[in-house]
């Protein structure tokens, strides 16, 4: 009898056993698989998937989402998720076959459609300087056929206003409770979380730009209309209308009539693209050179990486139009 009992017991202790294995594995497989493409966008979602899981980037190093091509590990883990989230399709037109394949259970986050977003039109020839004259033929087929210059479109750089990533941040707070509804609180407060930081960040942004309104600068391509718009800076002038092919001759030219004509302070390059542009642009004149990297290529990921990104080209945008 005895042994009976003991037998009961241990066949007790197993099933409980494998009851917790079953109910361990089927929490984790709760903690939905996101998949983003680049840094900031990927550090608003780590700050909202805070305690819960861990989203996978595409996009690390100095990859530019303007030239980028899957790998075969990354085409895997978008097939395999959850949640697909990237900017617009004007921008990660590398994704549009791989999203075209994805199973019906995935959701993919197109952020340009989030509710809530200031979105600013393209400026026309990558901003206000250059008028279609100024092109190279090349340079007007690019400029209306890019997958990114649309001059019908929208800016898709639009993270770069902090209020903007407060509205990209309550709409991955809905879609992961969508997805997740057993961890929806949580989802909320690491939003509202976020949010207070992000107003935080717009207050300390505007304290570092302020005074600038009146010091033109040019940028490699139009990356700062939403910092332009929000902190009243004034940039005059890119040096290209797409960062995917060199500018020609006419167009260089015609930039380099505007960093004398408007008397630029700064002109700026980008990390991931040779600085002998600027340099060239630059040389015999009184423009000094700085750099701006509108995803903060160097910039460690992880839910700090969008405020750390913001500081730092605030810093570098301050520094060179104060100096």
Request: glycine share 6%.
């Amino acid at each position: 009898m005895a042994r009976f009992r003991n037998t009961v017991s241990i066949c007790f202790q197993a099933l409980a056993a494998l009851g917790l294995f079953l109910a361990l594995g089927s929490a984790a497989e709760a903690s939905p698989r996101v998949v983003v493409t680049i840094k900031p966008i990927h550090s608003l979602a780590a700050a909202i998937l805070e305690g819960i899981a861990e989203p996978k980037l595409l996009l690390n190093g100095a990859a530019s989402p303007h030239s980028y091509a899957l790998k075969p590990s990354d085409a895997r883990a978008v097939n395999e998720a959850d949640a697909v989230i990237f900017v617009s399709k004007n921008l990660e037109g590398f994704l549009t076959k791989a999203i075209e394949s994805l199973p019906a259970k995935a959701r993919v986050i197109d952020l340009e459609e989030a509710p809530g977003l200031r979105l600013l039109p393209v400026r026309q020839a990558g901003l206000q300087q250059a008028s279609n004259e100024s092109t190279d033929d090349n340079e007007e087929h690019e400029e209306h056929e890019g997958h990114f210059h649309n001059h019908n479109g929208n800016d898709v750089h639009f993270w770069l206003d902090p209020m903007n990533a407060i509205a990209i941040a309550r709409h991955l707070a809905r879609e992961f409770s969508a997805i997740d509804p057993g961890h929806e609180a949580q989802y909320q407060a690491n939003a509202a979380k976020l949010e207070a930081a992000l107003t935080g960040l717009d207050a300390e942004l505007r304290a570092t730009l302020a005074g600038l309104s009146d010091r033109s600068f040019i940028v490699f391509h139009d990356v700062t209309q939403y910092l332009d718009t929000r902190y009243g800076l004034r940039g005059v002038g890119a040096i290209t209308v797409s960062p995917e092919r060199e500018p020609g001759a006419k167009r260089l030219a015609a930039v380099r009539a505007k960093i004398e004509e408007a008397k630029a302070i700064c002109v700026f390059s980008e990390p991931e693209f040779p600085p002998k542009l600027v340099q060239m642009l630059t040389a015999g004149t009184k423009a000094k050179r700085g750099v701006l990297d509108e995803v903060g290529a160097a910039i460690p990921p992880g839910p700090g990486q969008y405020f750390a990104l913001m500081r730092a080209d605030a810093a570098s945008l301050a520094g060179c139009l104060k100096s």
